[in-house]
């Protein structure tokens, strides 16, 4: 558990634990922090420093501890936290008494004030109002990453130009509001931020920071604000601070603006004053300056389009490589067609041939047995074969009158016997066969409409006449076995008057229609119909 320093809580589990209780603690301070979050990684020493000077020995009955945003089990949403850093101070057990964000080192001395009565009851509120504070303590916070009063902290976000605008404000010594001005109107290319600036470097512009008469900086959504007079600071001895220095790599920033930049950029949390002037560029040094970067542009663009030339030269070699081999595809392909033409063409002709020698074969048969019976034929040939007509002399006719004899016996009709209930079952069941392209589905469907308008509207004549002709029964009920059986079953038959018609009823077979059967075989054309479209 925290005692008199300030810990991190490794996991979720962990804050949950201390914030239910711990022995000899009445509060807790937490510090919501991250490990990208530059402001923190500022913070963090002086709270340290801080805790172990004072506020320890100030507060014994709090627990100092930070938590990581990514510790396992650690959800921000649970703590409602919105910004890095966060401190939120807790009235054991689980009791917020109230929050800070950012750096604001005056508001977490009132928030921790709250701590000292144990008999504090209810729920705190946010703190944070601006009180004037002596101007070298603001700079240091400012240093630090914190907001000065009640002003917002600055949201932590990785800008996606940062690169451009280090380039921009570091190595030409464009003002931040100038730099930012550039890309945003430049279409976010160095480029064009460079024309843009050069075009309006002598317009009125607004300086990026200013200072409030405590001396302290504000910062408020990513940007110094300050709503009072200027002064000037200075440092312990006196001197007029001109720069900040990163004291880890050494770097002399000329303003609050490129020191932020440069720790959003690198990760660095350690700086400090300096009193060595950065001298900003000329205009001879900015031109030189403008020109080199140009030059390099410039390179850098002549060695992207021979990259890209080079790339193009690839693209088309592959595209020519793999024109090639669809056209050698696409000749097999026509090669392979052309055979199966000819293929077929020979065939063709080998099957004529062989037709007409068997028809020669026949006729020279029949011309050797006629000249051997006196003209006639002894015997009938089979349907593949000749089959000629011969004549029959009868001499019971007057003379000069002959009568024509075919060669094959015409074959009687034959009468079906079967009851009408079976031949529609059999029907049915002949039409649920045809499964190509769904021809049953769509004789089934036709059939149902033709018996079902008769049922549904016996007094319409219209619906008792089918034409055999129209499209729809020669498509789907001519060419199939078993649906005109069904319609001669229900009583349709050929119009005396229209052999291209088949009638129902009317005259004296008005009285032969069954309606009783014409219903059922409705029924069983809609039950087949969805049988068949089941299955299909």
């Known amino acids: 558990?925290?005692?008199?320093?300030?810990?991190?809580?490794?996991?979720?589990?962990?804050?949950?634990?201390?914030?239910?209780?711990?022995?000899?603690?009445?509060?807790?301070?937490?510090?919501?922090?991250?490990?990208?979050?530059?402001?923190?990684?500022?913070?963090?020493?002086?709270?340290?420093?801080?805790?172990?000077?004072?506020?320890?020995?100030?507060?014994?009955?709090?627990?100092?501890?930070?938590?990581?945003?990514?510790?396992?089990?650690?959800?921000?949403?649970?703590?409602?936290?919105?910004?890095?850093?966060?401190?939120?101070?807790?009235?054991?057990?689980?009791?917020?008494?109230?929050?800070?964000?950012?750096?604001?080192?005056?508001?977490?001395?009132?928030?921790?004030?709250?701590?000292?009565?144990?008999?504090?009851?209810?729920?705190?509120?946010?703190?944070?109002?601006?009180?004037?504070?002596?101007?070298?303590?603001?700079?240091?916070?400012?240093?630090?990453?914190?907001?000065?009063?009640?002003?917002?902290?600055?949201?932590?976000?990785?800008?996606?130009?940062?690169?451009?605008?280090?380039?921009?404000?570091?190595?030409?010594?464009f003002e931040e509001e100038m730099a930012r001005k550039g890309l945003d109107n430049g279409g976010g290319t160095l480029e064009g931020a460079i024309d843009w600036i050069m075009l309006h470097q002598d317009d009125d512009k607004n300086t990026a920071m200013d200072i409030e008469p405590s001396g302290a900086l504000i910062m408020e959504d990513g940007k110094m604000k300050s709503d009072g007079e200027s002064c000037t600071p200075v440092t312990e001895g006196g001197a007029k601070v001109m720069s900040y220095k990163c004291n880890e790599c050494g770097k002399i920033l000329s303003n609050m603006a490129n020191l932020e930049l440069h720790a959003n950029k690198s990760g660095h949390s350690d700086f400090s004053e300096s009193t060595e002037e950065v001298k900003p560029l000329t205009a001879e040094e900015k031109a030189a300056k403008v020109k080199e970067i140009k030059?390099?542009?410039?390179?850098?663009?002549?060695?992207?389009?021979?990259?890209?030339?080079?790339?193009?030269?690839?693209?088309?070699?592959?595209?020519?490589?793999?024109?090639?081999?669809?056209?050698?595809?696409?000749?097999?392909?026509?090669?392979?067609?052309?055979?199966?033409?000819?293929?077929?063409?020979?065939?063709?002709?080998?099957?004529?041939?062989?037709?007409r020698e068997r028809i020669r074969a026949e006729l020279a048969k029949d011309k050797l047995e006629r000249q051997s019976n006196g003209g006639k034929l002894k015997s009938q040939l089979g349907a593949d074969g000749y089959n000629p007509s011969a004549i029959k002399y009868d001499e019971g006719k007057d003379e000069g009158e002959v009568e024509k004899i075919s060669a094959i016996p015409k074959r009687q009709k034959s009468v079906d016997t079967r009851s009408k209930e079976t031949i529609i079952a059999e029907s049915i069941a002949k039409l649920g066969q045809y499964r190509a392209g769904g021809d049953g589905g769509n004789a089934l469907k036709l059939l149902?409409?033709?018996?079902?308008?008769?049922?549904?509207?016996?007094?319409?004549?219209?619906?008792?006449?089918?034409?055999?002709?129209?499209?729809?029964?020669?498509?789907?009920?001519?060419?199939?076995?078993?649906?005109?059986?069904?319609?001669?079953?229900?009583?349709?038959?050929?119009?005396?008057?229209?052999?291209?018609?088949?009638?129902?009823?009317?005259?004296?077979?008005?009285?032969d229609i069954d309606w009783a059967f014409l219903k059922s075989v409705k029924e069983q054309l809609a039950k087949a119909l969805v049988e068949y479209n089941n299955d299909f």
């Open 1 to 173: 558990q925290p005692k008199m320093s300030f810990d991190e809580l490794p996991n979720g589990g962990a804050l949950s634990s201390l914030l239910s209780g711990s022995p000899g603690k009445t509060h807790a301070l937490v510090m919501f922090t991250a490990t990208w979050c530059g402001p923190c990684k500022a913070i963090k020493p002086v709270l340290q420093q801080k805790i172990a000077s004072e506020w320890g020995a100030a507060y014994p009955n709090v627990a100092f501890c930070y938590i990581y945003e990514s510790s396992p089990d650690f959800d921000t949403q649970e703590y409602q936290i919105s910004a890095f850093p966060t401190f939120k101070l807790f009235a054991l057990p689980k009791s917020e008494l109230g929050s800070v964000r950012g750096g604001n080192m005056q508001g977490l001395e009132q928030l921790l004030m709250q701590a000292k009565s144990t008999a504090f009851e209810g729920t705190g509120n946010t703190m944070g109002g601006g009180v004037a504070e002596d101007p070298r303590e603001a700079r240091l916070r400012r240093l630090a990453g914190g907001a000065g009063g009640g002003a917002a902290p600055m949201q932590v976000e990785k800008p996606d130009d940062s690169g451009l605008m280090a380039t921009l404000m570091g190595e030409m010594g």
């Open 295 to 355: 030059a390099l542009l410039k390179a850098k663009r002549a060695e992207r389009e021979e990259a890209e030339k080079v790339d193009h030269v690839q693209r088309e070699k592959q595209r020519r490589e793999m024109g090639k081999q669809m056209g050698k595809t696409r000749e097999e392909m026509e090669k392979q067609e052309r055979k199966k033409v000819i293929w077929a063409k020979k065939k063709e002709k080998e099957d004529a041939k062989k037709e």
């Open 448 to 511: 149902g409409l033709f018996v079902g308008n008769v049922v549904d509207k016996p007094t319409e004549d219209k619906y008792r006449g089918i034409n055999t002709e129209g499209k729809a029964y020669k498509t789907k009920i001519k060419g199939l076995i078993g649906g005109k059986k069904i319609l001669e079953a229900c009583g349709w038959k050929k119009d005396t008057a229209n052999p291209d018609r088949l009638v129902l009823g009317g005259g004296e077979d008005e009285a």
